[in-house]
């Protein structure tokens, strides 16, 4: 009787201790339903301050204009610009932005000449010119002179009077040649009368 009521208890004892060992290894299960809300705590970080951004300045390079091509002028030369004779031959270049097609030079010591369309001109002075100094100028549509140059005449001066063949003007070469002449004849009379002195003797 003893031994079966040990066996018993023994049992209970054995049943007791699996089912606490077995409660222990089991995880407790999830909860359900409706939780308690778990209050919860806002921490606020302040913010961080950014420096700004600084650009380094563009540095742009100067603007660098073409060369500007200076205007063509109007110009006119003449060659040679002194003359010593009369209708003595000069020529006449001439530089015209817009061309010579109506272009004219004009002068007192050579007249007017057109040039249509040429750029050098090879003209006469007049026979007749006194001495001076001339313009010499260049319209290139006639409204007034665009450029500008002169001529000067310079005419010797003749030596001696003028030849007229009456003898009251004679040139001094011609002088001469009557004193050298008289003197020659002058010692051949002198020559000849010594002569028939030393005959006569």
Excluded: C
Excluded at 1 to 13: C, D, F, P, S
């Amino acid at each position: 009787m003893n031994r079966i009521v040990m066996a018993t208890l023994a049992g209970v004892a054995a049943g007791a201790l699996a089912t606490g060992t077995a409660l222990a290894t089991t995880p407790p299960p999830s909860p359900t339903g409706t939780s308690t809300p778990t209050t919860s705590q806002t921490v606020t970080v302040a913010p961080t301050a950014t420096p700004p951004t600084t650009t380094p300045p563009t540095m742009t390079p100067p603007i660098t204009q073409p060369p500007t091509t200076p205007a063509v002028k109007a110009k006119i030369t003449v060659t040679p610009q002194l003359v010593t004779t009369r209708g003595a031959w000069i020529t006449i270049t001439v530089v015209a932005p817009n061309g010579t097609d109506k272009a004219v030079v004009e002068s007192r010591a050579l007249g007017r000449h057109e040039l249509k369309g040429r750029t050098e001109l090879t003209v006469r002075t007049f026979t007749d010119l006194a001495p001076g100094v001339y313009p010499v100028s260049l319209y290139l549509n006639g409204t007034g002179p665009d450029a500008e140059t002169s001529l000067r005449a310079v005419f010797p001066k003749p030596i001696g009077p003028a030849k007229t063949g009456d003898g009251a003007t004679q040139p001094e070469s011609g002088r001469a040649a009557v004193g050298l002449g008289l003197i020659a004849a002058g010692g051949l009379a002198t020559a000849a009368a010594l002569r028939r002195r030393s005959d006569h003797a």
